[in-house]
């Protein structure tokens, strides 16, 4: 609370990235005596946005008589969105932020949108962006009575709940899913570009409200990074990553022809892959799953933390395809909560099911062991995963302070999540 009555009460200087669409902007939000103002530049064209984006923020800069050093903070929009864009807007708001030794914020691109349309609470906002392929990026948000102090997340300090973090799905596939997803008799506002492009295949269903907000903006974008930072919400430089939904846009001609990319036509000729097998972890496995663990976590645990894991009796599962080792997980029991300590998968078979059946598998053995509920940690800085463990139930219910090295010394707060297990005495 220190850090957040320390922000609210102190000037403050920001300047917002977004790119993760073909529009540029850039905004400077300043705020003297409680009263905030936001100037913004923008362009159009996704191709120019690296040369078009310092200098408008100089424009700004230099209209609001302020030098870079007079900056506070560099927030950016971190997708989803164009690769390009996503990763312009990141590294510049980076290098903006290591040159100036600023903290950096990174702001879902879906969740500017819906702050942008002004919902009432309760109400809430289906985002959809187009993803190109006739693929949207979905997300949902449900607009909260007032902000929440504390906030357990960057959502919540702009006042909304995150329903459903962004998603990559076919657009003729959205409406059956917010059927299935929203809360049952919801007041929806359909917000995002892909309401328009996809109207065939995405029709208004009755009842909604339709919003103009298409696109993310650099305003909405400042906006809510300034209320992130007066609840102390910020990641250093070096951790900022965009957040990709989508893995790849740019396939070879022999992955088209085995239907990746978007065609349909060619999927209905590819063969079965070998079927998923899950088992424990054994000792002979120890040096597949340190390699792996190695290519997927800056930090990662050695094998020496696997094979000590092993002698403690912790429940452990590995995935496989074949003989290919596809992920691995790793399971503490306590007398009440079970703890996820570890979770992999191969970066190459991410978003195939893999970490869906390992989860799964905690799950089964956390209700076995009678226990009422999963727990784990992980990095705010780390999106895609926070996004998965959300998909799958988790909620956020603390912090750890300092919990994970993050390199030159410096160590990130980790974010506590827990699904609760509610047929577990049944």
Known sequence: MGDSVQWRTMEINLLAFETSSSRCGVALLTRRAGST????????????????????AH????????????LDA????????????????????????MGLDLPVV????????????????????LVALDARM?????????????????????????????????????????????????????????????????????????????????????RALARLAELALDQGMSVAPEMAAPLY?????????????????????????VPEAPALR????????LDQVAALEAQV???????GNFSDALLSGYASCVAWRGDALCGFCLLMMAPDVSHLLVIAVQRDLQRQGVGTALMEWCEAQSRAAGVEGVLLEVRPSNPGAVAFYEHHGYLRIGVRKDYYPAGKGTREDAWVMQKPLKDTKA
């Open 74 to 97: 560099v927030a950016f929009g971190q997708g989803p969105g164009g690769f390009t864009g996503l990763r312009v807007a990141c590294g510049v708001a980076q290098g903006v932020a």
């Open 278 to 285: 899950l088992a424990p972890m054994r000792p002979a496995d």
């Open 245 to 269: 939904v989508r893995d790849k846009v740019a396939f070879t001609t022999a992955e088209r022809e085995r239907g990746e990319g978007g065609n349909p036509r060619a999927r209905a000729q």
């Open 59 to 70: 424009e700004l800069l230099e209209a609001a008589g302020l030098a870079p050093g007079d």
């Open 134 to 218: 006739e693929e949207v990026y979905l997300a949902a948000y449900r607009r909260l009575p007032a902000p929440q102090v504390p906030a357990a997340g960057p959502s919540e300090a702009a006042g909304w709940e995150t329903l459903h973090a962004p998603l990559l799905i076919a657009a003729g596939e959205v409406c059956a899913w917010a059927a299935h997803h929203l809360p049952a008799g919801a007041r929806v506002v359909a917000a995002g570009d892909a309401w328009t492009v996809y109207a065939a295949q995405m029709p208004l269903p009755e009842g909604w409200q339709h919003s103009d907000e298409a696109r993310p903006s650099a």
């Open 297 to 303: 976590q800056a930090f990662p645990w050695t094998r």
């Open 106 to 125: 990174p702001v879902v691109s879906h969740l500017a949108v819906a702050q942008a349309t002004h919902a009432l609470p309760g109400q809430v906002v």
């Open 37 to 56: 103002a936001i100037a913004v530049r923008e362009h159009e064209g996704a191709q120019e946005h690296a040369e078009r984006m310092l200098p408008m």
